[in-house]
């Protein structure tokens, strides 16, 4: 804020700059200065080596197209605070010659910094967009950091934090952030209009969107994170990542040698965490190595962008995450913690070998799906419809729980091993005597196997049966002939407590009568010699009555 002239009378003034040391000068003269529109021209190119004092009011830069460079070996800051603005057609350069140091701070509501473009190529870049401040570049380049294009490396590494409601970092073209790290938080922004590249370049980058209202997004493209780099953006905590509105993709280590890492929720390695959301129409994975983590703890998250490519899909949080898109990706699936669910039929990749750990569950819910393999050491949970498998199926001490689909393995490189517990939730077929071969629960077709003709010990039904009805059925491998590859359910007489039933009736109807209030009411009318009616109006007509004792009763 502005203060005091020294004579204590306001004075308004502009103040001109052409080199650093009149712009020291000029800025302790306009923060001296009672009124907050005083503004600081800077007539001529030149670069702040030092550490600046803060920049309460107006910054502009004339002639159009003159550059201002905020670097120095020593390291050079910059900071614009409550209210102050900076506007310039030319580019502010932060960090931007190789062996420097460069920092640019804008800080409060109304703050702001405009420029064509921000280049930050080849030093040491630490920006920071705080508590309402915006930094915005308009101009044909936009934000580059660590290199001048997406594919040109400067070497440069920026330090970019963007914290508090209002806050943002925006680019009316692309945003480039090859190496360094990445904090939007508290309901930042970070936004470019054309594609956002993150980690585009070897070198390293890790960024973090986290809290509610936070946002990372291209406005009309897409998100690209490792495309020849490496990469980790972990979106946590009610946080957004958006491209093109859900129109666009976010695309994963887009080339050979790049590689890239998408966490929802924790970081890999961390405590599972509170999920973001991936607006996006797929996440795909490229030439290099792609990865998709859902180490999350919400007990309902929806995932709706399908999954394709080489990426490969870890569950590994104590979550339950439904999938929505129609996923083709090809990497590794491994389920080691909470629940992958599928929330529409195939979403589950059929390109992808799943494996699901001792604490993870895969389920299919009600709707087909198709894997290339399946290991399975946890849960499968399938409530109706078929999971086909087309290669090998292998139960490592797994469940295979079923509500009335079926177990499905296609082909002749499907095949069963291993042991699984079956385990049956509900059939609509059970409660009736089967006939013929049975309710069929395991299905080998194409030439598949299921060690039905051989070791019969790939299934095995939990409890040894199962009831239904009055019926109790066992679990059968091979058909009513002994042949084939199939497993079915098959009623072999009735439950063992059938028997009770008969006499259920009758023990009813014995303890009915043994709770009525008297003996008339247990046992009907007293019928006597002489009629009940007759014998009250006759004096002596012979009469009965009823008595119990209790032979526990003392005299």
């Given at each position: 804020?502005?203060g005091?002239a020294a ?9 001109t700059?052409a080199?650093?040391a ?9 923060n ?7 503004t600081i021209?800077?007539?001529a ?6 550490v600046?004092p803060?920049?309460r009011?107006n910054?502009a ?6 550059n201002?460079?905020?670097e ?5 800051a910059?900071?614009?605070e409550?209210?102050?603005s900076?506007g310039t057609?030319?580019n502010?350069?932060?960090g931007?010659?190789?062996g420097?140091?460069?920092a640019l701070?804008?800080?409060?509501a ?13 030093g ?5 967009v705080l ?12 934000v ?12 440069g ?6 914290s508090?409601a209002?806050?943002a ?6 945003f480039v ?10 309901g ?8 956002v ?8 980058f ?5 809290g509610?209202?936070?946002?990372l ?11 020849s780099?490496t990469a ?5 905590d009610?946080a957004?990542?958006?491209a ?5 993709a976010?695309?994963l280590?887009a080339n050979?040698?790049?590689s ?5 929720g ?9 999920p973001?959301?991936?607006?996006a129409?797929v ?5 290099g190595?792609?990865?998709?983590n859902f180490?999350?703890?919400?007990s ?10 080489s ?10 995450t ?19 669910r599928?929330?529409?039929v ?15 569950t895969?389920?299919?819910?009600a709707?087909n799906?198709?894997?290339s ?13 078929t999971l ?16 009335g689909?079926?177990l499905v393995?296609d082909g ?21 005597e089967t ?13 598949a196997t ?6 019969r ?10 009831g ?6 066992r679990?059968?491998?091979?058909d009513?002939?002994?042949a084939g ?11 063992a ?8 009736p ?6 009915d ?7 008339q ?14 014998a009250?109006a ?6 009965s ?11």
């Amino acid at each position: 804020m502005a203060g005091l002239a020294a004579s204590g009378v306001a004075q308004a003034a502009d103040f001109t700059a052409a080199n650093e040391a009149e712009l020291i000068t000029a800025i302790n003269q306009a923060n001296a200065s009672a009124d907050p529109s005083s503004t600081i021209t800077l007539t001529a190119n030149f670069t702040v080596t030092g550490v600046l004092p803060p920049i309460r009011g107006n910054v502009a830069v004339n002639p159009a197209g003159s550059n201002t460079a905020v670097e120095s070996v020593g390291g050079a800051a910059l900071t614009f605070e409550g209210g102050a603005s900076y506007g310039t057609l030319g580019n502010l350069q932060v960090g931007n010659a190789a062996g420097t140091t460069g920092a640019l701070t804008v800080q409060g509501a109304g703050s702001a910094v405009r420029t064509v473009s921000l280049l930050g190529s080849a030093g040491q870049v630490n920006i920071s967009v705080l508590d309402g401040g915006l930094l915005t570049a308009t101009g044909p380049s936009g934000v580059r950091l660590g290199g001048t294009s997406p594919t040109v490396s400067g070497g440069g590494v920026a330090n970019v934090r963007v914290s508090g409601a209002g806050s943002a970092f925006t680019s009316g073209v692309g945003f480039v952030h090859q190496r360094g790290t990445l904090e939007v938080s508290n309901g930042g922004t970070v936004e470019g209009r054309a594609a956002v590249h993150l980690g585009s370049m070897p070198g390293g980058f890790t960024g973090v969107v986290t809290g509610a209202g936070s946002r990372l997004a291209s406005t009309i493209a897409t998100i690209n994170l490792g495309a020849s780099g490496t990469a980790t953006l972990t979106v946590t905590d009610g946080a957004l990542i958006s491209a093109n509105s859900g129109n666009s993709a976010v695309n994963l280590a887009a080339n050979a040698g790049g590689s890239a890492v998408l966490n929802i929720g924790g970081a890999a390695g961390a405590a599972a965490a509170a999920p973001g959301t991936v607006l996006a129409s797929v996440v795909n994975g490229g030439l290099g190595t792609a990865v998709l983590n859902f180490n999350h703890n919400a007990s309902a998250y929806g995932f709706a962008p399908a999954i394709t490519g080489s990426t490969s899909v870890n569950h590994v949080g104590s979550g339950v995450t439904t999938l929505t898109g129609a996923s083709t990706y090809g990497g590794a699936t491994n389920i080691t913690g909470g629940t992958l669910r599928a929330g529409a039929v195939n979403v589950f990749s059929a390109a992808s070998a799943h494996t699901v750990g001792a604490s993870g569950t895969l389920d299919a819910g009600a709707f087909n799906q198709t894997l290339s393999a399946l290991n399975n050491a946890g849960t499968v949970s399938l409530a109706s419809g078929t999971l086909t498998v087309t290669g090998a199926y292998v139960g490592n001490g797994g469940t295979l729980q079923l509500g009335g689909g079926r177990l499905v393995l296609d082909g002749a490189g499907a095949s069963a091993s291993g042991n699984t517990l079956l385990r049956i939730t509900h059939f609509d077929a059970l409660g009736a005597e089967t006939t013929g071969d049975g309710i069929e629960v395991i299905t080998a077709t194409g030439g598949a196997t299921t060690t039905a003709q051989t070791t019969r010990d790939a299934f095995r039904l939990a409890n040894g049966v199962v009831g239904g009805g009055a019926y109790q059925y066992r679990l059968v491998a091979a058909d009513a002939n002994g042949a084939g590859e199939n497993w079915y359910l098959r009623s072999e007489g009735y439950r063992a407590e059938v028997a009770l039933y008969a006499v259920v009736p009758e023990q009813f109807r014995a303890l009915d009568i043994a709770m009525l209030a008297n003996r008339q009411q247990r046992m009907g009318e007293l019928r006597t010699a002489i009629d009940a009616t007759a014998a009250s109006a006759r004096p002596g007509a012979a009469s009965s009555a009823w008595t119990a004792t209790s032979p526990n009763r003392a005299p």
